[in-house]
């Protein structure tokens, strides 16, 4: 089990954030649904959509400087984790690069060694934007971590994940061609050299790049990181029937608007709007 210390500081540091307006966390209903297997979680917004969801990128860098309210540590001399100011589940955290790196630029092992950091405390569920097709809404390198206790479920979506990890592909899928996938070291101190390994193999393996050869990646991408694996995502566009489509929905995480046609995910499911994204 972690300690999760950084966790507890995050939901602290929240509950503050929110009495001085710092954070607004978004007002969601979760969809029920009827099926006895459901591999997604619909949640619809009671409130405005946000500028966020919107437009790409603000006129200003809000991470530089980021708010101080948000501030829940810094992680080492490169980068610091802060709240995310419009979360959905409270406690949702960003770690973000103290100084300007470009979003759709290739990531480094320091970023990996940040993350290790983070995770070695408290884990959950890491995604990455690489671009606006991919999702992001900032061109300030960020990457997001939805916190989970050890026997909570990661997301709607981990078995199918760890069943491509074990080499039993579903053959109705459509969008398992454009997932990479690699086992995280079992370890009980992982190491970050491993995972910017896995990271740099994963780039290959999909056609991104050589990031020894290239200086960027060629293609937008996600990333979804659990403490048993590591998967890349490569896409084309952020946006399908109407949804906007960054990580979590491969994760098995809608969040529906006006403009969402949540008939088509009811009645199809997941892999019929992210094959549009893809």
């Given at each position: 089990m972690k300690s999760e210390i950084i966790w507890s500081k995050a939901l602290e540091i929240s509950r503050k954030a929110v009495d001085c307006g710092a954070v607004i966390p978004l007002e969601t209903k979760k969809y029920q649904s009827n099926d006895a297997y459901c591999d997604y979680e619909l949640r619809f917004l009671k409130t405005p959509i946000p500028k966020y969801l919107i437009e790409y990128g603000?006129?200003?860098?809000?991470?530089?400087?980021?708010?101080?309210?948000?501030?829940?540590?810094?992680i080492n001399d490169k980068h610091t984790l802060i709240l995310n100011k419009y979360p959905v589940q409270i406690g949702h955290m960003l770690l973000i690069t103290n100084c300007w790196k470009p979003?759709?630029?290739?990531?480094?092992?320091d970023d990996f060694e940040a993350i290790q950091n983070v995770d070695?405390?408290?884990?959950?569920?890491?995604?990455?934007?690489?671009s606006?097709?991919?999702?992001?809404?900032q061109p300030h390198r960020h990457f997001q971590l939805l916190p989970r206790h050890y026997n909570e479920s990661i997301c709607p979506r981990y078995e199918w994940f760890c069943s491509?990890?074990?080499?039993?592909?579903?053959t109705n899928s459509?969008?398992?061609h454009c997932i990479s996938i690699r086992p995280r070291n079992k370890k009980e101190v992982l190491n970050s050299n491993?995972?910017?390994?896995?990271?740099?193999?994963m780039a290959k393996e999909m056609n991104i790049g050589d990031i020894d050869l290239i200086n960027k990646p060629i293609k937008p991408y996600n990333l979804l990181i659990t403490s048993k694996w590591i998967a890349l995502i490569t896409r084309k566009t952020d946006r399908s029937n109407g949804f906007s489509i960054n990580a979590?929905?491969?994760?098995?995480?809608?969040?529906?608007?006006?403009r969402s046609d949540v008939d088509t995910l009811i009645k199809f499911g997941p892999e019929r709007i992210l094959m549009d994204v893809i």
């Open positions: 603000p006129i200003r860098n809000p991470f530089i400087p980021w708010d101080t309210r948000l501030q829940i540590l810094p979003q759709n630029g290739w990531l480094s092992e070695n405390d408290t884990t959950g569920l890491w995604f990455f934007n690489s606006k097709e991919s999702g992001a809404s491509l990890l074990n080499n039993m592909h579903d459509k969008i398992s491993d995972l910017f390994n896995s990271y740099k193999s979590l929905g491969f994760a098995g995480y809608f969040l529906g608007t006006k």
